[in-house]
């Protein structure tokens, strides 16, 4: 099972530059997530999605926009790189099911973003 | 709004001794709590969970936690750690009935042979 896939694990923009990064689940899962995380700072939510074509600014959405525009996948970009974006950057996702909530999220392996 | 505070950064210990990873949380609300582990140049992956119930939590790889409401902890122990368990942990905390995770700043677990 695949599970959460990124693409690409490594990147390396310049200052100015635009990419996107690409999120693909196979759990069928409505919540998706963009986590950026640092050193000492835990996962820090930069957008999330509750179902195909709905998204939410998270914690530090600013710099970064997303669009999920079918329920598997979920796409962060980054439409100006700057330095301070320097990050290692994990999608996540969860199930609805139950009531009440308390569904694990699920991770990918994460993609490793320098900005120079 | 929830916060989760794990109180030590960095644990080092020896191989086959007990290990606590502590951590706090602070909410208005009745929470989920979770524990998450992170291999080097992974993603993270569910450990254990408490929803409701027994306040004791046993998860995978030989962790337990136990959730104490009235000092709200959810401290990660393990009686015998193996060189296998040096990862990062993270401690987490949801809003019951909300999907949105708040993660601690994570604790490097080092064990030393």
């Known amino acids: 099972n695949a599970g959460v896939t990124q693409t690409p694990k490594f990147r390396v923009l310049k200052t100015g530059q635009s990419m996107t990064l690409l999120c693909a689940q196979d759990?069928?899962?409505?919540?998706m997530y963009w986590y950026r995380q640092d050193p000492g700072m835990g996962l820090r939510l930069i957008h999330y999605?509750?179902?195909?074509?709905?998204?939410a600014k998270g914690e530090v959405p600013d710099g970064y926009n997303v669009s999920r525009l079918k329920k598997q996948n979920f796409l962060l970009g980054l439409e100006s790189a700057a330095p301070s974006q320097t990050s290692v950057y994990f999608c996540?996702?969860?199930?609805?099911?139950?009531?009440?909530?308390?569904?694990?999220?699920?991770f990918g392996d994460g993609t490793r973003l320098s900005i120079l | 709004a929830q916060s989760v505070t794990q109180l030590d950064s960095q644990v080092p210990v020896f191989e086959e001794a007990p290990v606590e990873l502590r951590c706090n949380y602070s909410?208005?609300?009745?929470?989920?709590l979770f524990w998450y582990v992170q291999y080097p140049n992974q993603g993270l992956q569910l450990l254990l969970k408490?929803?409701?119930?027994?306040?004791l939590v046993k998860g995978i790889n030989g962790f337990e936690a136990e959730f104490n409401k009235s000092q709200t902890s959810f401290h990660l122990r393990k009686p015998s750690v193996h060189i296998s368990d040096t990862a990062e942990y993270f401690c987490?905390?949801?809003?019951?009935?909300?999907?949105?995770?708040?993660f601690g700043a994570g604790t490097r677990l080092f064990v030393k042979a």
């Open positions: 987490a905390v949801s809003e019951t009935g909300g999907f949105k995770t708040i």
């Open positions: 999605s509750v179902g195909e074509g709905t998204t």
């Open positions: 408490y929803l409701s119930g027994s306040t």
């Open positions: 909410s208005s609300v009745s929470v989920y």
């Open positions: 996540a996702s969860s199930s609805n099911q139950g009531t009440g909530g308390g569904q694990p999220q699920h």
């Open positions: 759990m069928n899962h409505e919540y």
